[in-house]
């Protein structure tokens, strides 16, 4: 499969993911879907980095080393692919961990678009969300 190819089936592959999070948080094929598909995007980050990572061809040491690493194609996927399971996997946790303290579904929506959108700029609304409505809601 061309990286144009995975890139857009990885891309597509979240959405129904991120839609149920939002409008179905307490169905119970919600986290099965949750966390299934991070762990499919995770087999397959595996593979791309087996496969394509090489020694000498950058690194994580600089900025001008990781962009030369990311000048891969198919390296640049993976690191997308990174993104996609990562920023799932916070969405799918911050789902639960409202769910398990009583906090408003409406209220962890927008954090979960911005994570859908932004990774740590949700997760950090998130954790302001959770921590201003300890003094409003009952948790547990």
């Known amino acids: 499969m061309s990286p144009d ?26 986290h099965r879907v949750a966390v299934a598909v991070p762990l499919l995007l995770a087999a397959t980050y595996l ?5 394509n990572f090489r020694p000498g061809e950058g690194g994580f040491g600089s900025l ?25 996997f916070t969405g799918a946790w911050e789902v639960r961990d409202a769910g398990q303290l009583g906090l408003p579904h409406a209220f962890v929506i927008p954090c979960l678009l911005l ?8 997760l950090v609304l998130y954790f302001v969300l959770r921590s201003t409505l300890r003094g409003f809601v009952a948790l547990k």
Do not use: M, Q
């Open 64 to 88: 001008d080393e990781v962009a030369k690493l990311f000048a891969n194609r198919n390296v640049l996927l993976a690191g997308w692919i990174h993104y996609l399971a990562f920023d799932l």
């Open 5 to 30: 190819s995975l890139f857009s089936l990885c891309s597509s592959v979240v959405l129904p993911a991120w839609i149920l999070l939002v409008v179905a948080p307490r169905w119970r094929w919600t």
């Open 47 to 51: 593979v791309l980095v087996a496969v």
């Open 115 to 122: 994570t859908f959108l932004f990774g740590p700029i949700g």
